[in-house]
């Protein structure tokens, strides 16, 4: 595998459900993002760690809870969720996160539904 | 508050030149993005501009105006894989990066 991964690439669940998704990189990066991509909308911002710490949360509901076990894996669990959340989830990593000009890396995103 | 304009849709025919523009409001500047996306796959770096000026690369360039608080991507001969988003963002003082909500770029033969 190369780059940034996701799994799964496609997800329904219901409102009730509790579900996981997955990202890996294979890039040594040290900083990893979660982001949320609505239809027409810029991309927002939900979650960062570098160094395996979490150093930003932009006022995310907390039916969205990250986990970040080592520097190549970020994972992003999700329960109870609404409706509005339907959206593509876009994990990316970089080298550094306070080096901020460094180029991010995208991973093909999970598109969720939840029904 | 911080934003980034850039226009929704563009049409373009193949083979002819497109400049995609970008206009951004931001809380301290240190740097402006532009990323390729093609639908249902990752957004890719296109370029990054941080002082003023154009940056050539290939068929693609980026310009940066900082006084004006505006960049444009430019793209030559253009081909149909061109059609894809085209994604503007600006890294604000604390190195956060604000988005724009992306153009898409539709390619006519």
């Known amino acids: 595998e190369t780059g940034v991964t996701q799994t799964p690439r496609h997800l329904v669940m219901g409102m009730t459900n509790k579900k996981s998704l997955k990202c890996e990189q294979h890039?040594?990066?040290?900083?990893m993002y979660w982001y949320k991509q609505s239809a027409k909308k810029p991309l927002e911002l939900m979650f960062v760690?570098?160094?395996?710490?979490?150093?930003e949360n932009n006022s995310v509901p907390s039916r969205f809870s990250p986990e970040c076990p080592n520097s190549s894996h970020l994972f992003l669990h999700l329960h109870t969720l609404q409706p509005e959340d339907s959206a593509l989830y876009l994990c990316?990593?970089?080298?550094?996160?306070?080096?901020?000009?460094?180029?991010?890396?995208f991973g093909p995103g999970t598109r969720l539904t939840v029904l | 508050g911080q934003n980034i304009d850039q226009p929704t849709e563009m049409t373009a025919t193949e083979g002819a030149i497109v400049q995609i523009n970008c206009t951004y409001q931001?809380?301290?500047?240190?740097?402006l993005f532009w990323y390729q996306q093609h639908a249902g796959e990752a957004p890719t770096f296109l370029s990054y501009n941080v002082l003023d000026g154009l940056e050539e690369k290939g068929r693609f360039s980026s310009f940066l105006s900082r006084s004006k608080g505006y960049s444009y991507l430019l793209l030559k001969e253009l081909q149909m894989k061109d059609s894809a988003s085209y994604l503007c963002?600006?890294?604000?003082?604390?190195?956060?990066?604000?988005w724009g909500a992306g153009t898409k770029l539709i390619i006519k033969p």
């Open positions: 931001t809380s301290g500047f240190n740097g």
């Open positions: 890039l040594g990066h040290n900083a």
């Open positions: 760690y570098n160094f395996k710490e979490q150093t």
């Open positions: 963002a600006a890294l604000d003082s604390n190195y956060q990066l604000i």
């Open positions: 990316a990593s970089s080298q550094e996160r306070t080096s901020g000009a460094d180029e991010q890396f």
